[in-house]
């Protein structure tokens, strides 16, 4: 079992940089690839980026690429997404997931899920 609890959202600025954080209990959490998809209540849950077990790969949207980054620390059992140069479309409730396979872009491939952190980027 693992838990997982986002943090870091907030509103900002187009233009600004947010850190999300995605804390996981658990003492296999370097076991687990972790997926942050977004959502809004137009759209479905959409993939976002997703970072391997040890953290040396990662995949993003091409909606993100080159604004998001992915990192992890796994003596923390943390997950961090910096946001950079955000958009008004980056509004949504992020969400932070786990698995044991790395690059899965379904949301329906996913294990455990947090409760969602809001970003709200106005114009």
């Known amino acids: 079992q693992v838990q997982l609890v986002e943090s870091g959202g907030g509103l900002v600025q187009a233009g600004g940089s947010l850190r999300l954080s995605c804390a996981a209990s658990?003492?296999?959490?370097?076991?687990?690839?972790v997926g942050w998809f977004r959502q809004t209540p137009e759209k479905e849950r959409e993939f976002v980026c997703a970072i391997s077990q040890a953290g040396g790969s990662a995949l993003y949207a091409d909606s993100v690429q080159g604004r998001f980054s992915l990192s992890r620390d796994n003596a923390k059992n943390t997950v961090y997404l910096q946001m950079n140069s955000l958009k008004p479309e980056d509004t949504a409730v992020y969400y932070c997931?786990?698995?044991?396979?790395?690059?899965?872009?379904?949301?329906?491939?996913?294990?455990?899920w947090g409760q969602g952190t809001e970003v709200t980027v106005s114009s």
């Open positions: 997931a786990a698995d044991r396979a790395y690059g899965i872009k379904n949301a329906r491939g996913y294990d455990y």
């Open positions: 658990g003492r296999t959490f370097s076991s687990y690839a």
